[in-house]
């Protein structure tokens, strides 16, 4: 199920004296089963161009179809379109509000209509995904549950209706290193086991370069990039001057380049640093 966008353009409170361009002339083309990765810097357009992606708002001008689906066409099954397109807020556990996991994790399901051995089997399937003990959790209030495990049943609650594709708005924002390790975890296991299209965003390049299939770069609201991780961070230097923070081993090979060491600022882990210096340290060239 590919989702296109085709010169989409957004606008806050157009016509008012608040007028403000998210979104100017986007294009782009999610393909099935693709990880994504959408950065940028807090304004950039992330947040805006997720939110377009099932619908929850329509583009001022411009188009995007899901599965042949044009969003904005009137007639068009948006709710359908929500079904197969599950979208995760920054905070989601703000949002949890039933008595126990498992009725909160089972509320999408029910809206559907499904009978209870169907929810039950969506609920179990949902928890295990996010690694959560049904056994041991399913039963107790979600007020009970850590910061991290309450983020897991957030997401549960979006696994449950089984989206054909993902997306997650910053997911990692507010947890602690242990806790960000473990969710993006989570979510590259269920990328590798489901086979789901997966769109992440994230101000961190840091936290998704090692795990996604593809980076989409925003900044003021327009898609300045968009590649495989090795060839966006080819251009670190830009990166870093639109104030993105590169990971820290591409900002070690920027300042060698600032040396005059002659190496591609394109490793963003210590295994690909190595494989590029190699040659150099071989040939006999120092490093210092």
Same mark, same amino acid.
């Given at each position: 199920? #590919?989702? *296109?966008?085709?010169?989409?353009?957004?606008?806050?409170?157009?016509?008012?004296?608040?007028?403000? $361009?998210?979104? %100017? %002339? =986007? #294009?782009?083309?999610? !393909?099935?089963?693709?990880?994504?990765?959408?950065?940028? !810097?807090?304004?950039?357009?992330? #947040?805006?161009?997720?939110?377009?992606?099932?619908? /929850?708002?329509?583009?001022?001008?411009?188009?995007?179809? *899901? %599965?042949?689906?044009?969003?904005?066409?009137?007639?068009?099954?948006?709710?359908?379109?929500?079904?197969? *397109?599950?979208? =995760?807020?920054?905070?989601?556990?703000?949002?949890?509000?039933?008595?126990?996991?498992?009725?909160?994790?089972?509320?999408?399901?029910?809206?559907?209509?499904?009978?209870?051995?169907?929810?039950?089997? $969506?609920?179990?399937?949902?928890?295990?995904?996010?690694?959560?003990?049904?056994?041991?959790?399913?039963?107790? #209030?979600?007020?009970?549950?850590?910061?991290?495990?309450?983020?897991?049943?957030?997401?549960?609650?979006?696994?449950?209706?089984?989206?054909?594709?993902? =997306?997650?708005?910053?997911?990692?924002?507010?947890?602690?290193?242990?806790?960000?390790?473990?969710? /993006?975890?989570?979510?590259? %296991?269920?990328?590798?086991?489901?086979?789901?299209?997966?769109?992440?965003?994230?101000?961190?390049?840091?936290?998704?370069?090692?795990?996604? @299939?593809?980076?989409?770069?925003?900044?003021?609201?327009?898609?300045?990039?968009?590649?495989?991780?090795?060839?966006?961070?080819? !251009?670190?230097?830009?990166? =870093?001057?639109?104030?993105?923070?590169?990971?820290?081993?591409?900002?070690?090979?920027?300042?060698?380049?600032?040396?005059?060491?002659?190496?591609?600022?394109?490793?963003?882990?210590?295994?690909?640093?190595? @494989?590029?210096?190699?040659?150099?340290?071989?040939?006999?060239?120092?490093?210092?």
């Amino acid at each position: 199920m #590919s989702i *296109v966008i085709e010169h989409l353009n957004y606008v806050y409170m157009q016509g008012g004296p608040y007028e403000t $361009r998210a979104l %100017d %002339d =986007v #294009s782009l083309t999610i !393909h099935d089963g693709e990880f994504i990765g959408l950065i940028g !810097h807090t304004g950039s357009g992330k #947040s805006t161009l997720v939110q377009h992606l099932n619908g /929850l708002i329509l583009p001022t001008s411009g188009k995007i179809t *899901v %599965d042949g689906m044009d969003l904005a066409e009137k007639g068009t099954d948006r709710r359908a379109i929500r079904r197969r *397109v599950g979208l =995760v807020f920054q905070y989601p556990e703000n949002q949890l509000f039933e008595e126990t996991v498992a009725k909160d994790i089972a509320f999408g399901p029910k809206n559907l209509g499904l009978g209870e051995e169907e929810i039950d089997r $969506r609920v179990r399937t949902a928890m295990r995904r996010v690694a959560l003990d049904y056994d041991k959790l399913a039963q107790r #209030s979600v007020f009970e549950l850590s910061g991290g495990q309450m983020r897991r049943v957030a997401i549960a609650g979006v696994l449950a209706m089984e989206p054909q594709t993902l =997306v997650l708005d910053e997911p990692c924002a507010g947890l602690d290193p242990r806790g960000r390790e473990e969710i /993006l975890g989570l979510i590259s %296991d269920l990328h590798r086991e489901s086979g789901a299209t997966i769109v992440m965003v994230s101000h961190s390049m840091e936290e998704i370069a090692s795990n996604v @299939d593809r980076l989409i770069v925003m900044e003021k609201g327009t898609a300045v990039m968009t590649d495989a991780p090795s060839e966006v961070f080819s !251009h670190a230097a830009e990166l =870093v001057s639109m104030g993105l923070n590169v990971p820290c081993m591409t900002q070690v090979l920027l300042r060698l380049q600032q040396l005059g060491v002659n190496v591609p600022a394109s490793a963003y882990t210590v295994e690909q640093a190595a @494989d590029l210096l190699e040659p150099l340290l071989k040939g006999g060239a120092q490093i210092c």
